[in-house]
């Protein structure tokens, strides 16, 4: 499949000057079937942004999700969610008859894989020739980590998501003439998946395609670590600490913080770095060059893990008796910049951020985050105010981890808002706009607004709860109507006024 290639000049042109960009995650676009896609309305989103300034537009993880919808702990560090699928899509190049206006939210999930098996059997036997080229190329191309993960997923629907260190043996361990012969048996189930696959990476390159014709770039998000019940770990056993059974020893998490009083217990299984050391990073490697023909520009969240990890005995309820454990960051770094060029990376550089962290991000060049809502409290020496911050950053109001700006700005004590309303320009007092404009009028390069913010939505908006498993979490999603005509304007003036555009 042909894929957009990273230009030698990636990072100068996407941080190399003062830029707007827009947080939203695909799922919370506007349209049918419960959670957005890659459908008309992401292709309006881009029309939006050109038209707001916005040259950059930030999302949360592609990757497919488990039952919690979090995009941060999937199934894959390579695949892309199928429920992000356009249905229209296929609709318009004659592979499914139509899409029923009527299915529920509920229903949605359900009525998706259904359509999806209903256009791999079209694309089998009506694709022309040319289309059945290019999914033989995108399959060759993608094999490294395609054919295992297909296998994942269709062993993983034979046994309903039940974990894959309670498969019978020969399909948990990989190996013998019974996993050979599991693999015979779902031979269409693996090549279902590979269909679905082939069409979420042709969709995404077709929508950044259009979004780079309107003068937007895509900026995308690789979580650090993945989750053990995940394709990954399943293949790669030799990668995590796990013990014979397949267990996780131990599991990342972070102390207690900001979010939480007694941390958090992520639950992922922490890397065997000896054995990415021996294989020469092999499976980064493979995961970044993935990421790179996606995204325009990455950011690494969690990236002080990097450089040590908080790491947590498994079967702990907290992570208050976790410790920090070092990590080879910049080796691995170094490797990357070897193998895969300068590449325009971000660093997750928030929560406790020792020296060391800060020099490991220098190093390589990467821009941090600041966060202006983090800002207040900490006297004028806060590294999250604006005057502090330096053009090596990302600035935003918030990010998907945040209360919404005039949530937050409403939660806050009389003498706590009186501090922010000495802080900001005496010419902007409302929320959240007072604090767009002064992360706009930063010196940051970039700055970025969640789009529950340019909408100036107040409580029951949140993106995610960190520390909960809440329903609400991952579920946001905006309404075509609450965006008008004269806040599109009002946008593209403020980063024409700060020389954004």
Same mark, same amino acid.
């Given at each position: 499949?042909?894929?957009?290639?990273?230009?030698?000049?990636?990072?100068?042109? =996407?941080?190399?000057?003062?830029?707007?960009?827009?947080?939203?995650?695909?799922?919370?676009?506007?349209?049918?079937?419960?959670?957005?896609?890659?459908?008309?309305?992401?292709?309006?989103?881009?029309?939006?942004?050109?038209?707001?300034?916005?040259?950059?537009?930030?999302?949360?993880?592609?990757?497919?999700?488990?039952?919690?919808?979090?995009?941060?702990?999937?199934?894959?560090?390579?695949?892309?969610?199928?429920?992000?699928?356009?249905?229209?899509?296929?609709?318009?190049?004659?592979?499914?008859?139509?899409?029923?206006?009527?299915?529920?939210?509920?229903?949605?999930?359900?009525?998706?894989?259904?359509?999806?098996?209903?256009?791999?059997?079209?694309?089998?036997?009506?694709?022309?020739?040319?289309?059945?080229?290019?999914?033989?190329?995108?399959?060759?191309?993608?094999?490294?980590?395609?054919?295992?993960?297909?296998?994942?997923?269709?062993?993983?629907?034979?046994?309903?998501?039940?974990?894959?260190?309670?498969?019978?043996?020969?399909?948990?361990?990989?190996?013998?003439?019974?996993?050979?012969?599991?693999?015979?048996?779902?031979?269409?189930?693996?090549?279902?998946?590979?269909?679905?696959?082939?069409?979420?990476?042709?969709?995404?390159?077709?929508?950044?395609?259009?979004?780079?014709?309107?003068?937007?770039?895509?900026?995308?998000?690789?979580?650090?670590?993945?989750?053990?019940?995940?394709?990954?770990?399943?293949?790669?056993?030799?990668?995590?600490?796990?013990?014979?059974?397949?267990?996780?020893?131990?599991?990342?998490?972070?102390?207690?913080?900001?979010?939480?009083?007694?941390?958090?217990?992520?639950?992922?299984?922490?890397?065997?770095?000896?054995?990415?050391?021996?294989?020469?990073?092999?499976?980064?490697?493979?995961?970044?060059?993935?990421?790179?023909?996606?995204?325009?520009?990455?950011?690494?969240?969690?990236?002080?893990?990097?450089?040590?990890?908080?790491?947590?005995?498994?079967?702990?309820?907290?992570?208050?008796?976790?410790?920090?454990?070092?990590?080879?960051?910049?080796?691995?770094?170094?490797?990357?910049?070897?193998?895969?060029?300068?590449?325009?990376?971000?660093?997750?550089?928030?929560?406790?951020?020792?020296?060391?962290?800060?020099?490991?991000?220098?190093?390589?060049? =990467?821009?941090?985050?600041?966060?202006?809502?983090?800002?207040?409290?900490?006297?004028?020496?806060?590294?999250?105010?604006?005057?502090?911050?330096?053009?090596?950053?990302?600035?935003?109001?918030?990010?998907?981890?945040?209360?919404?700006?005039?949530?937050?700005?409403?939660?806050?004590?009389?003498?706590?808002?009186?501090?922010?309303?000495?802080?900001?320009?005496?010419?902007?007092?409302?929320?959240?706009?007072?604090?767009?404009?002064?992360?706009?009028?930063?010196?940051?390069?970039?700055?970025?607004?969640?789009?529950?913010?340019?909408?100036?939505?107040?409580?029951?908006?949140?993106?995610?709860?960190?520390?909960?498993?809440?329903?609400?979490?991952?579920?946001?999603?905006?309404?075509?109507?609450?965006?008008?005509?004269?806040?599109?304007?009002?946008?593209?003036?403020?980063?024409?006024?700060?020389?954004?555009?």
């Amino acid at each position: 499949m042909a894929t957009i290639p990273v230009q030698a000049s990636a990072k100068e042109q =996407m941080l190399g000057r003062r830029r707007a960009g827009v947080l939203a995650h695909i799922s919370s676009l506007p349209g049918r079937l419960g959670n957005g896609d890659f459908s008309h309305d992401a292709y309006r989103f881009v029309e939006f942004c050109a038209a707001s300034g916005f040259s950059i537009w930030q999302v949360l993880p592609l990757n497919p999700t488990h039952a919690d919808g979090s995009p941060y702990f999937s199934l894959s560090a390579n695949a892309g969610n199928p429920l992000l699928i356009s249905l229209d899509w296929l609709v318009d190049r004659g592979w499914l008859g139509g899409v029923d206006p009527t299915i529920s939210d509920a229903d949605a999930p359900a009525y998706r894989q259904a359509s999806l098996r209903i256009a791999c059997k079209s694309f089998v036997g009506d694709a022309d020739a040319a289309w059945h080229k290019r999914y033989q190329g995108f399959c060759e191309h993608n094999a490294a980590w395609l054919d295992d993960y297909a296998a994942f997923t269709a062993f993983n629907a034979q046994h309903a998501g039940a974990a894959w260190t309670d498969w019978e043996s020969p399909l948990r361990d990989r190996r013998g003439a019974g996993y050979e012969q599991a693999l015979a048996a779902l031979a269409d189930a693996m090549e279902q998946v590979r269909f679905e696959q082939f069409v979420f990476f042709a969709q995404w390159n077709d929508l950044r395609a259009y979004a780079h014709k309107n003068g937007v770039f895509l900026f995308g998000d690789l979580p650090i670590f993945v989750a053990h019940h995940s394709a990954d770990v399943w293949s790669n056993r030799g990668l995590w600490q796990l013990d014979r059974e397949g267990q996780p020893t131990v599991v990342a998490g972070v102390p207690p913080d900001y979010f939480s009083k007694t941390g958090q217990v992520w639950g992922n299984p922490l890397y065997r770095w000896a054995a990415h050391r021996k294989e020469g990073y092999a499976w980064w490697l493979s995961r970044l060059n993935t990421q790179r023909e996606l995204f325009d520009l990455l950011r690494i969240d969690h990236f002080r893990g990097l450089e040590a990890c908080w790491e947590i005995q498994a079967g702990e309820i907290t992570a208050i008796d976790g410790k920090w454990v070092k990590t080879p960051g910049a080796e691995l770094l170094a490797a990357v910049q070897e193998k895969l060029g300068d590449l325009p990376l971000v660093a997750e550089d928030l929560g406790e951020i020792t020296p060391e962290v800060e020099a490991l991000r220098k190093r390589f060049a =990467m821009p941090g985050m600041r966060v202006m809502q983090f800002g207040f409290g900490g006297g004028p020496d806060n590294l999250h105010l604006p005057h502090n911050f330096a053009t090596d950053f990302v600035a935003y109001t918030g990010t998907h981890d945040n209360a919404v700006t005039l949530e937050w700005y409403e939660a806050l004590t009389m003498e706590e808002r009186e501090e922010v309303a000495r802080y900001l320009p005496a010419s902007r007092t409302d929320m959240p706009d007072a604090m767009i404009e002064a992360v706009y009028a930063s010196v940051a390069r970039l700055a970025v607004i969640p789009m529950q913010d340019v909408l100036e939505l107040g409580a029951g908006n949140r993106m995610n709860t960190p520390g909960t498993m809440g329903e609400a979490n991952w579920r946001w999603r905006f309404e075509w109507p609450q965006l008008k005509d004269e806040r599109k304007l009002e946008l593209k003036e403020l980063a024409r006024l700060y020389n954004r555009l």
